[in-house]
């Protein structure tokens, strides 16, 4: 049997086995469209933290509307899980699939029309690569870039092996034409199970905007500060954690805890995993503090 013959067998079942499970997801008022893939019978949509606005959306499955709910979502991570309304629905095992590697072949399914799933067959051109979500912060877990054609609507389908055993979550069209997706993990899978139960999964926010070390060092410099690596706070929320700890616009942010902090992405990483009280290393002009900050 030739590959492409061995291809079209290939795509056609995942046309047939896995294009059931995917939906088109239309935030309500908008005229945005989406793609997403049910993970569970009983009705629980997966898709993109983007492709969701408020807390109902129509979601078309196989042919049909439905009105659906927003169990949960996390800006971060740009995931979302929908409800659809009671029944038994085809879906995608969110299992634990091997690390990917550059070159295996894979296939892009979409359903942003809702008239039925699309395939494009690509290969895995790169691992480990960095993504940033509707927030700025950068996205947890491994993502991988691959050459499958996403159509515009595609993003939060599903990526998956020529077999059809689900990969990842497709998230943004990168400007070479190649696509991004996040890979299926333990740490995907425990946002999906704590959003689908409706827990807020935001991570703790001290309430500070910052700027980079490249910023802040010169703006030191500006003010006749000797240079030092941290983060610059250059605005505090009012009544948020930082304003009623005392942490003031000026001030380097150096640590959190143990953690030293050189950029914003090492600053939102180190405050990731930490809950109640931590304390944050600043200097205030050329004044070392540490200063006791409830999240």
């Given at each position: 049997m030739s590959f492409a013959t061995e291809l079209r067998t290939a795509l056609a079942g995942i046309v047939e086995n896995v294009g059931p499970a995917v939906v088109a997801v239309h935030p309500a008022g908008t005229r945005a469209r989406g793609s997403g893939f049910v993970i569970d019978k009983t009705g629980l949509v997966l898709t993109n933290a983007h492709n969701v606005a408020g807390d109902t959306v129509t979601v078309s499955v196989a042919g049909a509307e439905h009105d659906a709910t927003v169990a949960g979502r996390d800006a971060v991570n740009d995931l979302a899980v929908i409800r659809l309304p009671g029944g038994s629905y085809a879906a995608l095992e969110l299992g634990a699939p091997a690390a990917p590697e550059v070159g295996e072949p894979v296939a892009a399914v979409a359903n942003p029309s809702g008239g039925g799933a699309t395939v494009a067959f690509g290969t895995v051109t790169s691992i480990n690569r960095t993504i940033r979500g509707p927030r700025g912060q950068l996205v947890e877990g491994m993502v991988v870039e691959h050459a499958a054609p996403v159509p515009r609507g595609g993003s939060g389908g599903p990526l998956v092996t020529l077999e059809g055993s689900l990969l990842g979550v497709n998230t943004h069209r990168q400007s070479d034409g190649f696509y991004l997706a996040r890979v299926i993990d333990d740490g995907l899978r425990s946002v999906v199970e704590r959003l689908a139960r409706g827990?807020?999964?935001?991570?703790?926010?001290?309430?500070?905007?910052?700027?980079?070390?490249?910023?802040?060092?010169?703006?030191?410099?500006?003010?006749?500060?000797?240079?030092?690596?941290?983060?610059?706070?250059?605005?505090?929320?009012?009544?948020?954690?930082?304003?009623?700890?005392?942490?003031?616009?000026?001030d380097l942010i150096t640590a959190i805890g143990p953690t030293r902090v050189a950029t914003p992405d090492e600053l939102h990483t180190a405050l990731r995993g930490a809950s109640g009280t931590v304390t944050v290393d600043i200097l205030r002009g050329v004044e070392g503090k540490t200063i006791e900050v409830s999240l």
């Open positions: 827990e807020d999964v935001s991570p703790p926010r001290l309430g500070v905007a910052v700027a980079p070390a490249h910023v802040a060092s010169r703006l030191r410099r500006a003010v006749g500060l000797p240079e030092a690596t941290g983060v610059l706070i250059r605005e505090v929320a009012p009544d948020g954690p930082a304003a009623r700890a005392g942490l003031a616009e000026g």
